[in-house]
């Protein structure tokens, strides 16, 4: 069993940063994916970054951004924590959303694991 916290949501103004974390617990086998995925109020869940990961590494050449945010947010794992993390700078309005941490495993399989997510509310 993998459990997965979120933290750092909170509230923020247009423009500004926050940094969203998601520690796991647990032992995960082989390669899979870690991700960022946010759900805005009345909207489907979306993808907003993924990193594919093992054990001991992660694969920075692997990460993926939705269009939205690319150029804006940047997805990174601390492999000795197993700890994933969300930079978020230049933040929008619609960006305000819950963030939930996910696990792909095997990788090309549905979200195996989640968190609860974290809230962002991006306001002036």
């Known amino acids: 069993q993998v459990l997965l916290v979120e933290s750092g949501g909170g509230l923020v103004q247009p423009g500004g940063s926050l940094t969203l974390s998601c520690a796991a617990s647990?032992?995960?086998?082989?390669?899979?994916?870690m991700g960022w995925y946010r759900q805005a109020p009345g909207k489907e869940r979306e993808m907003v970054a993924h990193?594919?990961?093992?054990?001991?590494?992660?694969?920075?050449?692997?990460?993926t951004y939705v269009d939205s945010v690319k150029g804006r947010f940047t997805i990174s794992r601390d492999s000795a924590k197993n700890t994933l993390y969300l930079e978020m700078n230049s933040l929008k309005l619609e960006d305000t959303a819950v963030y939930y941490c996910?696990?792909?495993?095997?990788?090309?399989?549905?979200?195996?694991?989640w968190g609860r997510g974290t809230q962002v509310i991006v306001s002036s």
């Open positions: 996910g696990v792909n495993s095997p990788p090309s399989g549905p979200t195996t694991y």
């Open positions: 647990g032992r995960l086998f082989g390669i899979y994916v």
């Open positions: 990193v594919l990961c093992d054990d001991t590494a992660s694969y920075p050449d692997s990460r």
